[in-house]
Nanobody, 127 residues
């Protein structure tokens, strides 16, 4: 049974930084394309960053490009999201997600493309 557990969320002032982690268990991380999504109150869950199985390619939403960095450590079965220059509009529940599709190298940006989800970690940004 594959499980994803996010951590690292919290309260930070605008302009500050946070690093989120997502630990994967039940299967080797190397099987999955991984991504981070977020959902703010009253809004739909949106893609913000993704990374291929080897970590060689990444893709970001325009809203976070240049401020957020996604990375992975397959040996530790963990992915990360380094968030810098945080803005009040970044406040949301952040989820990690895993795409288990075989022989796939394209990073999906839609919710339905991902097979496994974590429970989320809250990021609050004060202005």
């Amino acid at each position: 049974q594959v499980q994803l557990v996010e951590s690292g969320g919290g309260l930070v002032q605008a302009g500050g930084s946070l690093r989120l982690s997502c630990a994967v268990s039940g299967r080797s991380l190397s099987y999955f394309i991984m991504a981070w999504f977020r959902q703010a109150p009253g809004k739909e869950r949106e893609f913000i960053a993704g990374i291929t199985k080897s970590g060689s390619l990444t893709h970001y939403a325009d809203s976070v490009k240049g401020r957020f960095t996604i990375s992975r450590d397959n040996a530790k079965n963990t992915i990360y999201l380094q968030m810098n220059s945080l803005k009040p509009e970044d406040m949301a529940l952040y989820y990690c997600a895993a795409d288990a599709t075989l022989y796939k190298s394209v990073i999906g940006t839609k919710n339905f493309m991902y097979d496994y989800w974590g429970q989320g970690t809250q990021v609050t940004v004060s202005s």
